[in-house]
């Protein structure tokens, strides 16, 4: 990560996210790291994503635009999964290596546990996504199990970290770095 540190706002995702949402995951560098997303992927799938996407899962879910300089930059959210809660991101490109992502999840990962009686958060990456699996590191996930996960861009079953993070771990984590 450089010492750059690009400021960033959390939003809502609306319709009119579509084109840039496709623009940015058609990327093969981003896309090849997401187990459910296609390649290519276009207008249409981006379209598609938000109309289902729109309603959260339960009242603990949220889906956020990370927005900076006033474009969006990637996406992040925490709804109900395979596993239970669980958090999943992906930033663009042109904005890696800024700790962006890092701080997007630590700021909706401590909303989530603000506003929820839960008490587990659960992630996972791809065991070569380097900067996925330090992002969760940095928040306190621990490796919970590892597999094979289906990565729809790539057709193929690749090797899979789970990881979860407690809310004891986080809230002692946060209070380390305040």
Not at 85 to 91: N, Q
Request: with cysteine; net charge neutral; proline share 4%.
């Amino acid at each position: 990560m450089s010492d750059a540190r690009a400021d960033f706002i959390l939003r809502p995702i609306c319709h009119g996210d579509a084109p840039r949402i496709a623009e940015l995951i058609g990327d093969w560098e981003v896309v090849r790291w997401l187990s459910a997303v296609p390649y290519p992927y276009g207008l249409a799938d981006a379209v598609e994503f938000i109309s289902r996407d729109l309603q959260p899962d339960g009242p603990t879910a949220r889906r956020e635009a990370v927005v900076v300089d006033g474009q969006l930059a990637g996406l992040i959210g925490i709804d109900r999964r395979r596993r239970g809660m669980e958090i999943g991101y992906w930033l663009g490109r042109a904005y890696w290596r800024q700790g962006i992502m890092g701080r997007a999840a630590a700021q909706l990962t401590a909303a989530f546990f603000a506003t929820s009686d839960e008490t587990l958060l659960n992630s996972g990456y791809f065991s070569a996504n380097e900067a996925s699996a330090a992002i969760q590191l940095r928040l306190g996930f621990v490796h919970s199990g590892e597999g094979l996960l289906f990565n729809r861009a790539q057709g193929k079953r690749l090797p899979h970290v789970e990881t979860v993070l407690t809310r004891d771990a986080f809230e002692r984590s946060a209070r380390a770095t305040t």
